[in-house]
């Protein structure tokens, strides 16, 4: 067998002897030693290919290659050369501290493959020269029998040829939530993921039965190993946040480096030397750049980081905070994450009559009815639930939980709630003989003796005990004429609400020892049992909540589309006239035609990973920001594709939470909700600080130009720029990152991902607040030169100019479109921390000797620093006034 017939070939579809000759396979002996060894050589070990990732060389490296970052290393470079050890020292400790804030941040490598790798590494029984052994699943090869039974991990893809009551649970590969019996009969060659009975897939789990199966695909070239390639082949996207700072980062370059250009070619046209007006340019290109932004980005996402934690939110990748803010679509799986992966009894029928079930989950709290007495037919058909059963329900870590199929284990949760202990009935009525569930019959039968008489109890499909019955339990628990009208009407109705519906019979043996595995004939029906996966208590709010943010909300599930829709309509996602769309809906449409379907459809069911994949690059190219949530292996494709993906904490596979941006604590969609508020409140917490740093920035380039175009001395020197735009940014600018999240937020819309960060009012904004330190802090130099003051005392004022109309500034960008009052004074007290840290830096600039020689500042007396506070409360009322004027337009 060659190593592309793996992938090429569709197992399923073919007959056990062809599968075999293609294997070069023997079912009943099993491979020798010697075919084990010649298969490796060509296959290799049954595990993943791991991805190689960015040494920590590299990453610190590519910290360096921001914009940004590089113009500033050029200005350390020539400061350097010209003999300003002072100046370039402080230029290379701003790029290298914000460079290992960045790597610190990034150092996560992706493990998404490893835990790919983890999980289908596990012990396994093979068949090899008609011993069976017990080895590692790693030494698997294509044409290996492997031996399945309750409990196992599917070691590889296998194609069965054996399958005895064998039902898996798949959800973590299809997103189907109930058991799948398998069989080894022969499908067609378009038959589903989901559907294919007659495979068993890596890293899927048997709950009862046994069964053998030939291994088809190793490795990479099972279908986990697919999805392994998927993840691989999947971009790292960049956020919506680092594609709009990149556009900035640009526009900004180019401002700075006209504005440099300038001031060079103006100073030597009025005879000034190139030297000087090099460096002139160099400070001007320093003062206009934000050295802050980098790492006040980092901080502010961080801080972010920590809001989102405190409610259930563990961010793994800094940009995904304010990616949440701007999402404009969310999708997400249904089982596990819309709904509990816990099947629960809705609605019982018994005697004819109807009786609802409350409750969620596996957890026994609720009730049948309201007051309704349990007895008669209900009773019996609790009692046939709990002996007719092969799960077991117990409590671990506070956590209710079943071992065994999940229908089971909700027949038992059901149980309890009408006071039935299944420990204490199973130990009075014990099974003495049964017939397992199978594919073909769709029903299980158990043998007891009750008090006295021999009766078997069944369970399954109705279609297979109602035609088979002669009688049934009315209320009272008498034998009444089999009403088949009614029966049929009343699973019709569980089924149109979304219930899978299973039917409850018993008949009486004599003194029968076991159980004929014929059709039973002359059965007495005792109720239909309504069950569903149900919905998260607080999805729908969420849902709600999301949709009137504007955000929209699709399900993407592997599970049938019936089921899917009818969660979807209790989630308020969809209404009654919508329907859904399946995979093999979606294969018959080209890119076209899905980016059309997509933006009205909000259901798609029986979807595969690629298909998921193809959904979220879909939206993407509609030009949608796309959260994407999951907990399965399936679901990991899609969630490295999504501009944020977004795992579940608890149910999540490894493989999940590793592709995903974000994973919740708690597996609650409501979660999800509060996430995208703190992102969003994230989100406008930067565009604060963003306005409120640029004035200062290009305010100093403004001072420079007009120093050279006057023919002045430079009011300010590059190390003055540089200790003003540090020391602002770490205590003033980074307290905006503290800012309470304003009211009203989650009622916006999302924002347009092609928005600019600054509209236009803000760079009018920016460019009023420039032109007022242009006046002030060139201004006042200027007075302090005429009055016969020194140079160093001149630059003293401007620098603390700079420094005191920031600090007002700092008030009026606590809310970009409010007055500073509505706020509140108090609302941040980290301002007024970072206010009071600054004013002592400042005093220590003016009046410490050490910091006089090393700035070249001096002190200044008391008519200075009212003039300089007289201009910082002038330039805050007029920012004041410009907000009123907007807000009346």
């Known amino acids: 067998m060659d190593k592309t017939a793996q ?16 294997l070069e396979a023997r079912f009943d002996d099993g ?28 990453r610190l490296a590519l910290q360096f290659g921001q914009p940004l970052v590089l113009v500033l290393l050029l200005a350390g470079t020539v400061t350097a050369l010209l003999g300003e050890w002072v100046d370039a020292g402080v230029i290379f400790g701003v790029t290298l501290i914000n460079a290992v804030i960045g790597f610190i941040q990034e150092g996560r490598a992706e493990n998404a493959l490893a835990a790919l790798a983890r999980s289908i590494k596990s012990e396994v029984t093979v068949l090899r020269g008609g011993c069976k052994q017990r080895l590692s699943s790693t030494a698997l090869v294509p044409g290996d029998v492997v031996l399945l039974t309750a409990g196992d991990k599917v070691p590889a893809d ?46 899927t789990v048997m709950i009862s039965g046994q069964g053998a199966g030939v291994v088809v695909a190793t490795g990479d070239r099972t279908e986990t190993g697919r999805i392994s390639r998927l993840i691989a082949d999947t971009p790292d996207l960049a956020t919506p946040l680092t594609r709009r700072m990149a556009v900035f980062s640009n526009w900004l370059l180019i401002a700075i480096g006209l504005l440099a250009v300038l001031t060079f070619a103006v100073g030597l046209g009025r005879g000034e030397s190139a030297f000087s007006m090099f460096m002139a340019a160099v400070a001007l290109a320093v003062g206009a750049i934000p050295e802050g932004l980098p790492a006040a980005m980092t901080i502010t996402l961080a801080i972010g980081v920590s809001r989102m934690a405190k ?56 009730k049948i009815g309201e007051g309704t007495k349990i007895g008669g037919a209900l009773r019996e058909c609790l009692l046939a639930g709990v002996l007719c059963n092969d799960a077991a329900l117990h409590k671990a870590n506070r956590h209710w939980e079943v071992v065994g199929d999940p229908t089971e284990g909700a027949l038992l949760v059901v149980a309890r709630k009408a006071g039935f202990d299944e420990g204490t009935l199973q130990k009075l009525f014990p099974r003495l003989d049964g017939i397992p569930f199978d594919s073909t019959r769709q029903y299980m039968a158990t043998l007891h003796d009750i008090e006295g ?103 993407i599930t592997g599970d049938h589309a019936f089921t899917a829709l009818s969660i979807a309509r209790q989630l308020g996602m969809t209404n009654n006239g919508e329907t859904a769309l399946t995979g ?45 949530t999951g907990d399965g292996v399936n679901d990991a494709p899609a969630l490295k594709q999504a501009d944020i ?55 100093e380039g403004l001072v420079i130009l007009a120093a050279v175009l006057a023919g002045t001395t430079l009011p300010i020197t590059p190390l003055q720029i540089l200790w003003i735009n540090m020391t602002t940014a770490v205590f003033l600018g980074l307290m905006l990152a503290f800012e309470p999240i304003e009211r009203a937020i989650m009622h916006r819309p999302p924002r347009p991902p092609a928005t ?26 200027l007075l302090e030169m005429a009055q016969g003051n020194s140079l160093a005392e001149a630059r003293t004022v401007a620098v603390n100019v700079f420094v005191v109309v920031e600090a007002m500034y700092l008030f009026n960008c606590r809310s970009l479109t409010h007055s500073a009052r509505r706020v509140g004074l108090f609302s941040n007290p980290a301002i007024w921390y970072g206010v009071l840290t600054m004013a002592l830096l400042q005093a220590l600039l003016t009046y410490l000797p050490l910091m006089n020689r090393l700035f070249a500042t001096a002190p200044i007396g008391g008519r200075e620093w009212l003039e300089i506070f007289a201009f910082g409360v002038l330039a805050f009322l007029v920012v004041e006034i410009d907000k009123r004027l907007h807000a009346q337009r």
């Open 7 to 22: 992938q090429s070939t569709a197992w399923h579809c073919l007959d056990l002897e062809t599968a075999a000759a293609r």
């Open 31 to 58: 491979l020798r030693e010697d075919e084990v060894l010649e298969r490796r050589a060509v296959h290799g070990e049954n595990r993943m290919t791991p991805k190689a990732g960015k040494g920590p060389i590299l």
């Open 158 to 203: 296998l194609r069965l040829f054996l399958a005895k009551d064998l039902r898996a649970i798949e959800a973590m590969l299809t997103g189907e939530s109930t058991a799948v019996a398998k069989h080894d009969d022969v499908l067609p060659e378009d038959t589903s993921l989901a559907d294919r009975c007659n495979m068993a897939y890596a890293g």
């Open 311 to 366: 409610r259930r939110a563990i961010i793994r990748k800094l940009p995904a905070v304010e990616t949440l803010g701007s999402t404009t679509v969310i999708c997400s799986d249904k089982t596990g994450t819309l709904t509990e992966n816990q099947m629960t009894v809705r609605e019982l029928y018994a005697g004819g009559l109807r009786t609802t079930v409350s409750g969620n989950g596996y957890a026994p709290g609720g």
């Open 453 to 555: 008489v021999r009766l078997a109890y069944y369970k399954g499909a109705l279609e297979q005990l109602l035609p088979h019955s002669r009688s049934m339990l009315d209320a009272d628990g008498l034998a009444v004429a089999v009403r088949q009208k009614e029966i049929e009407l009343a699973a019709r109705s569980m089924a149109e609400a979304g219930l899978r519906v299973l039917g409850v019979a018993r008949l009486g043996v004599g003194s029968a020892q076991v159980l004929d595995p014929s059709a039973p004939e002359g059965l007495e029906f005792i109720g239909l049992v309504g069950m569903v996966d149900p919905p998260r208590p607080k999805a729908i709010a969420a849902v709600r909540t999301c949709r009137a943010a504007g955000i929209e909300v699709k399900m």
């Open 584 to 628: 093999s809906d979606l294969a018959a449409l080209d890119d076209e035609g899905l980016r059309a379907v997509v933006r009205t459809v909000n259901v798609f069911a029986r979807v595969d990973p690629t298909q998921k994949l193809r959904l979220v690059r879909a939206l993407q190219a509609n030009g949608e920001v796309v959260a994407m």
């Open 645 to 699: 993906g977004i795992a579940m904490g608890l149910s999540g596979t490894e493989v999940a939470k590793d592709a995903a941006d974000m994973v919740l604590t708690d597996d609650d969609f409501a979660a999800i909700e509060a996430a995208v508020e703190e992102g969003r409140g994230v989100y406008d917490n930067l565009v604060k600080f963003i306005t409120w740093t640029l004035p200062t920035n290009f305010g």
């Open 756 to 781: 600019p960060i600054l509209d236009a009012a803000l760079v009018w904004r920016i460019v009023l607040v420039s032109l007022l330190l242009l006046a002030g802090s060139f201004g006042l130099f």
